[in-house]
């Protein structure tokens, strides 16, 4: 099998990939820390094997990735590396609130006031990281991180022919699916998921702090997402 984890209930799913390539019971993977479950040691990339290996691979192998509502992925990915402790404060928080925040926030402080006021965790709100996300400069200092880059982008499906396009929406039947055609249906399920969960009638919640013309623009980079993978234009945030 080849999966595209784009970043849609990928440490479900690399609990599935470890449990086919390891020796442990399922119960035993479900127990494994999601932050070991990312261990690069644990899953070879496709890109780390030979250029005959790989073109092997993508012709003879089970093919399948998983995609999720563009704005509602973009609130998980907000909710989780902007709402929680992790490398992402130090990596992208303090900039989003430096070009786009209050320019007299704590973050600004300097020596020992500066460390303590990013102790505090103060974080750039949704709309400054849709700032971030809007601005031209942001794709060309750096390329947009896996959890908010396009789906398209990261997993090529205009390149690669898949097997199996499955959604988060319905991931416990899309998967149900998926293990059928791969005769696994009687060896594994995919577990649950509730947290970082993010219901459609909040996403209108979310960019309610978000003017019209900044979401049309949002629209307009993620609009690919949107067309290849059947999600309908968001009509109540882009027509308002």
Request: charged share 25%.
């Amino acid at each position: 099998m080849v999966i595209a984890l784009n970043r849609v209930a990928c440490t479900n799913w690399k609990r599935v990939m470890l449990f086919l390539k390891q020796n442990k019971s399922y119960d035993e993977l479900l127990a494994i820390p999601g932050h070991s479950i990312h261990a690069s040691k644990n899953l070879t990339l496709l890109s780390r094997f030979p250029t005959a290996e790989i073109k092997a691979k993508l012709k003879y192998y089970t093919k399948f990735m998983f995609v999720r509502d563009p704005f509602v992925r973009l609130i998980s990915a907000y909710r989780d590396k902007f709402q929680k402790p992790n490398k992402y404060f130090k990596s992208y928080a303090v900039n989003i609130l430096r070009l786009y925040g209050n320019k007299r926030h704590s973050y600004y402080a300097a020596g020992k006031d500066k460390a303590k006021a990013v102790a505090s965790q103060t974080v750039p709100s949704f709309y400054n990281f849709i700032q971030y996300l809007l601005d031209p400069q942001t794709e060309r200092r750096n390329p947009y991180d896996p959890h908010w880059r396009q789906m398209y982008r990261l997993c090529y499906p205009c390149a690669i022919q898949y097997d199996f396009i499955g959604h988060q929406e319905t991931l416990q039947e899309d998967a149900e699916q998926l293990f059928e055609i791969l005769q696994l249906q009687d060896d594994i399920m995919i577990p649950p998921s509730y947290e970082n969960m993010t219901s459609s009638g909040s996403v209108e919640d979310w960019f309610e702090t978000v003017p019209l013309e900044a979401r049309r623009k949002l629209y307009k980079i993620y609009e690919r997402d949107f067309r290849l993978f059947g999600y309908e234009r968001p009509v109540e945030l882009l027509d308002g």
